[in-house]
T-cell receptor, first 113, second 116 residues
Framework: QKEVEQNSGPLSVPEGAIASLNCTYS??????FFWYRQYSGKSPELIMS????GDKEDGRFTAQLNKASQYVSLLIRDSQPSDSATYLC?????????????FGTGTRLLVSP | DAGVIQSPRHEVTEMGQEVTLRCKPI?????LFWYRQTMMRGLELLIY????????DSGMPEDRFSAKMPNASFSTLKIQPSEPRDSAVYFC??????????????FGPGTRLTVL
């Protein structure tokens, strides 16, 4: 089992729809969870971080965390073509002393006009 | 403030040559991370430093890879000799102690390495 798992996609949504990106992780002791956006040919850009169960909202983005289910998700409301990118889930794992991030392989999102 | 700076942005070399990648972390950040990204393996952590000291190099694939951080504002990743399978994008990232539980890392623009 991979430490951080994501569906590779592509996830295709029409402009204006809600995009839902999902991630599961294996280390139950993990404390911090991150979503990075990576445009093709560019570096990962941090867009959301969360450490408490529940929802955290920032503009059109909402991160959701459920530690009991070892599940974290990212919702993008009113999706725009400019949201088309690969979204990387990263977890700060207890078994690495919380110093390292372990990344999923990413979900590619395509937002069509 | 300037972000993480990496050079060169692109490097094309021939098998067997030495390659040196450079990174300048964000000022004040005391952790520095080197990653490699490929289509097959995704984003992999190679090594990280805290206060210029290497803490964990378990991700370094072989002895051909070495990394140094002589001071707080500069780090290098060296591959000698390079091989075609080393072709990838190499990212440097940094973060600051004291940002709390989040431990957010910020990435540089990356170096795209092609070994022919």
């Amino acid at each position: 089992q991979k430490e951080v798992e994501q569906n590779s996609g592509p996830l295709s949504v029409p402009e204006g729809a809600i995009a839902s990106l999902n991630c599961t992780y294996s280390d139950r002791g993990s404390q911090s969870f991150f979503w990075y956006r990576q445009y093709s040919g560019k570096s990962p850009e941090l867009i959301m971080s969360i450490y408490s169960n529940g929802d955290k909202e920032d503009g059109r983005f909402t991160a959701q965390l459920n530690k009991a289910s070892q599940y974290v998700s990212l919702l993008i409301r009113d999706s725009q073509p400019s949201d088309s990118a690969t979204y990387l889930c990263a977890v700060n794992e207890k078994n690495t002393g919380f110093q390292k991030l372990v990344f999923g392989t990413g979900t590619r999102l395509l937002v069509s006009p | 403030d300037a972000g993480v700076i990496q050079s060169p942005r692109h490097e094309v070399t021939e098998m067997g040559q030495e390659v040196t990648l450079r990174c300048k972390p964000i000022s004040g950040h005391d952790y520095l991370f080197w990653y490699r990204q490929t289509m097959m393996r995704g984003l992999e952590l190679l090594i990280y430093f805290n206060n210029n000291v290497p803490i964990d190099d378990s991700g370094m694939p072989e002895d051909r890879f070495s990394a140094k951080m002589p001071n707080a504002s500069f780090s290098t990743l060296k591959i000698q000799p390079s091989e075609p399978r080393d072709s990838a994008v190499y990212f440097c990232a940094s973060r600051q102690t004291g940002t709390g539980i989040y431990n957010e890392q910020f990435f540089g623009p990356g170096t795209r390495l092609t070994v022919l």
